[in-house]
């Protein structure tokens, strides 16, 4: 079993930033791809940024400029830092990530609140 595990959310004024971290624990044998989506009340989940265990990134165009996706292999790690956040990039944020162990399987957090007033 894995256990993906967030921190980092908030609430920040529009303009400012956040970093949201995700830490993967349990039994398995390596992570590929690790990332964020979001969901915005009324709206449909949609990814945000990921990463692969090579660092290639891939981002939403609504983010690209001021989100940056980073991980720390070692740690099992992901972190995702927010930069000039508009209220529009108020949703629950959800962490995943594509584990192997016997097979590929995908994993997600719990989820952490982020909320950007105007």
């Known amino acids: ?36 989506y979001r969901q915005a009340p009324g709206k449909q989940r949609e990814l945000v940024a990921d990463i692969t265990s090579h660092a290639i990134t891939n981002y939403a165009d609504s983010v690209k400029g001021r989100f940056a996706i980073s ?11 927010m930069n000039s956040l508009k209220p529009e990039d108020t949703a629950v944020f959800y962490c995943y990530a594509s584990v192997w162990s016997d097979e590929m399987y995908d994993y997600w957090g719990q989820g952490t609140q982020v909320t950007v007033s105007s």
Do not use: H
Not at 8 to 36: D, E, Y
Not at 71 to 81: E, F, G, I, S, W
């Open 1 to 36: 079993q894995v256990r993906l595990v967030e921190s980092g959310g908030g609430l920040v004024q529009s303009g400012g930033s956040l970093r949201l971290s995700c830490a993967a624990s349990g039994n398995f044998f390596s992570i590929n791809t690790m990332g964020w």
């Open 71 to 81: 991980r720390d292999n070692a740690k099992n790690t992901v972190y995702l830092q």
